[in-house]
């Protein structure tokens, strides 16, 4: 009896972690790039947007660039109506669109826990530079975020391994449930 008994308190105590640790990254987060780093192999990379939402089992992170993405506008004299820079402008726009499209759709992954103790977790994203395994660590940072005026941002997470660190910070209202999990 006394197994039994020791064998469910432990079982619910696990649960009980996981769930805190869900509660807390649950959500919209800033991702502070000026206070994040990271070291890829290939392309050098730009972000678009700093918002990375944690939902259920699907994140979704900030659209990525690489150097190696042609996008952009091509230059047009002023007055210059040519069918010929019509179509080298109309080709540009639209590799744009696919580019844009793409990078988008690779924004989109799973995320799950794989461990309470130490605290870490799984973003899988195929083709995401970001994606990969994480461990977490939660603090309190009273300074808020004074680099973008959000000084009520102060609930803030490390997401980090071997080759990135990304600090990201609970958006201005959080819900007292997360807010709450936090303090414990």
């Not at 290939?42 to 699907?58: E, M, P």
């Not at 690779?106 to 970001?130: K, M, V, Y």
Request: aromatic share 12%; net charge negative; proline share 5%.
């Amino acid at each position: 009896m006394a197994i039994i008994v020791m064998t469910i308190t432990i079982f619910a105590s696990c649960q009980n972690k996981e769930k805190r640790l869900y509660d807390k990254i649950f959500g919209f987060s800033n991702l502070e790039q000026w206070n994040s780093y990271w070291e890829f192999d290939s392309d050098s990379i730009s972000l678009i947007g700093n918002l990375v939402d944690f939902q259920d089992s699907i994140i979704c992170l900030p659209i990525v660039f690489l150097s190696s993405d042609t996008i952009g506008i091509i230059p047009i004299p002023i007055g210059e109506t040519s069918p010929e820079i019509r179509t080298r402008f109309e080709k540009q726009a639209d590799s744009t669109r696919k580019v844009t499209q793409k990078r988008s759709e690779e924004s989109f992954g799973i995320w799950r826990i794989i461990s309470t103790d130490p605290d870490s977790i799984l973003i899988e994203a195929p083709n995401h530079p970001l994606a990969g395994r994480y461990a977490v660590e939660f603090f309190i940072d009273e300074a808020g975020c004074p680099e973008v005026n959000m000084p009520n941002n102060i609930y803030k997470f490390e997401l980090y391994n071997e080759d990135r660190s990304m600090i990201l910070n609970k958006a201005v209202y959080i819900s007292p449930r997360v807010r709450n999990s936090w303090t414990k």
